[in-house]
Structures are given as structure tokens and as C-alpha cells.
């Protein structure tokens, strides 16, 4: 009995160990600490291995992005010059000769704090504005695209003024097709541009006045060619018709990043000036000329 007693003993003991042991074993398995995590900015070669494009498939992305390119530029590339005349020019361009050097001194003055200011802001579309007719908006845009242009900028002046366009006039030249009639005809964006010499800045021309400028304005197909002309200039000067003249003036101010205000003194009175930039923020007016003050 007693042997019996210590087998049973001895076999429950064996048992009870084989039980602890197993679970050990499951412990020990619960409890194992994960492993580390790989940290969140270390780069997975692996992973980025298997997405990367081929040596072939990068060198056909490349090229298909040069040949769009390529096309772009292709298509914007002013598709005339011209010569300007100072015997033709308004006298009014005193940057484009030497008849008063006083005024053009005023005009690099002008270019710089715009190159400077450009520097530190997005400045690259500038809306060339007035209140009324009559305020020397358009000859401050021109002097001043041509001030910039001395300055070894690249210029692009867009004739907005839907209404009473005259930059053609004032620099006394012409031009077969402008921004209505490229549109118009579907044709590449630089069959309306024309480079004005010897100063090198490009002008896009509106030849005649438009009765539904808004409609142009608000055109996809406008804003496409603008586009397609961006690349290639720090500077996209636009004339503007005057602000209190029509309704539409905020679709003119869409098209800048700011404006800059002309106010002859005489012709523009405070309330004027007031009514016309009260659309506008403070931060999208770059300043205010004095035009023809003496």
C-alpha cells in the first residue's frame, strides 16, 4: 500500500511539473517584448525599391515633360517685333528717351521698390489702376515696363483695358492680331504678343474696344494664355480701365496679385479715390503714384 501510495504521489508531482513547465513555456511566449518599430522618418529602401519607376520609365517621363515644355515656350514666343520711333512714341514715355531725366529718375526709382518688394512677396502680376479717365494710367505702365526692363527684367504688358485700349497708341505702332483675335481663332497664345525694341519687354495688344469685356475676363481660354506666358517673365504688367467706370473692375482685380493706383492731382478727388479701392484690401495695394504733379 505504501508503494502503491508513493507511485501515485511521484506520477501527480510528474505531472504537476510537466503543467508548470508548459506553462512557462506560454509565459514566456505572452510576455516576449515586440520587436522595435522601424521610426516613423527612416527611410525604407525596400519599400521604396519596389515603387521606384524604372531607369526607362523616368527618362520617357523626362522627356515627355521637355517636349511639353518645349511646346509651351514655343507657342508663347512673341510672333513679331517692332521698332519703336521716339518721333512717334506718346510724349508722355519719358523712359523710352532722354527728355526728362527728373521723370525717369522717378520711373527706376518705381522698378526698384517693385524688384525689391518682389523679393519678399508674390508680386509678379501687377494691376496698373486709376479711379477716372484721364489720370495717365496707361503711360505709367508703359514707363514703368520699360523702366524694368533697363532693370534686365523680362516685362510682359497685358492691354486690359477691354474698353479704350491704347498702348498700341501711345507707343505708336501696330499689330496684326491681339489677344481677341488669337482667342478668337484658336491659335498659339504668341500670335498676339509683340516685342517691342530696343527696350525687350513684350506687349499683348487689344486692337479694337469690346463690348462684353467681362465676358473675355471670365473666359477659361483667357486665363489659359495667361498661363502659358507666366514662365517666361518676372513682371506681368496690366492695364486696367478705370475702376469706377464699370461694375466689372473686380474681375480686372482677380487678375493681379496687387494694384498699383495713378491719381493726377486736380483730377482725382479723395472721394474718388476712396470709392475706387474700397473693393480692394489693404495688402493688395502696393502703392499710389502721383502722376504729372508739377
Not at 5 to 24: D, F, G, I, P, W
Not at 62 to 86: C, L, W, Y
Not at 120 to 126: C, G, N, Q, T, V
Request: proline share 6%.
Amino acid at each position: 500500500m505504501g508503494t502503491v501510495y508513493e507511485a501515485m504521489n511521484k506520477a501527480q508531482a510528474e505531472r504537476a511539473r510537466a503543467v508548470t513547465a508548459s506553462l512557462k513555456v506560454d509565459n514566456s511566449e505572452h510576455n516576449r517584448e515586440p520587436a522595435p518599430e522601424q521610426p516613423a522618418d527612416e527611410f525604407d529602401f525596400i519599400r521604396y525599391s519596389l515603387n521606384t519607376p524604372t531607369a526607362a520609365e523616368l527618362e520617357r517621363l523626362q522627356s515627355k515633360m521637355d517636349a511639353a515644355a518645349f511646346t509651351r515656350k514655343n507657342d508663347a514666343r512673341p510672333a513679331r517685333e517692332v521698332e519703336v520711333n521716339v518721333s512717334r512714341i506718346d510724349p508722355h514715355l519719358v523712359t523710352f528717351y532722354d527728355g526728362d531725366p527728373r521723370a525717369s529718375a522717378e520711373y527706376t526709382k518705381l522698378a526698384g521698390s517693385l524688384i525689391a518688394t518682389a523679393g519678399a512677396r508674390e508680386l509678379k502680376r501687377l494691376l496698373v489702376a486709376s479711379a477716372r479717365h484721364g489720370e495717365g494710367r496707361t503711360s505709367v505702365l508703359l514707363n514703368l515696363a520699360c523702366a524694368l526692363s533697363h532693370a534686365k527684367k523680362r516685362v510682359l504688358v497685358v492691354d486690359s483695358d477691354f474698353k479704350r485700349p491704347s498702348v498700341l497708341r501711345m507707343l505708336g505702332v501696330e499689330a496684326e492680331a491681339g489677344i481677341v483675335e488669337a482667342l478668337a481663332g484658336n491659335s498659339p497664345a504668341g500670335t498676339a504678343a509683340v516685342k517691342v525694341q530696343p527696350h525687350g519687354f513684350v506687349v499683348l495688344p487689344v486692337l479694337k474696344k469690346l463690348e462684353s469685356p467681362a465676358e473675355l475676363l471670365a473666359s477659361p481660354s483667357f486665363h489659359e494664355m495667361l498661363s502659358l506666358f507666366e514662365p517666361d517673365y518676372d513682371f506681368m504688367l496690366f492695364d486696367s480701365w478705370p475702376l469706377l467706370d464699370s461694375a466689372d473692375a473686380n474681375l480686372l482685380v482677380r487678375l493681379a496679385a496687387t494694384t498699383l493706383m495713378v491719381v493726377r492731382p486736380g483730377k482725382t478727388t479723395p472721394g474718388h479715390l476712396g470709392r475706387a479701392i474700397a473693393p480692394l484690401a489693404e495688402e493688395n495695394i502696393f502703392g499710389v503714384v502721383l502722376n504729372r504733379a508739377a
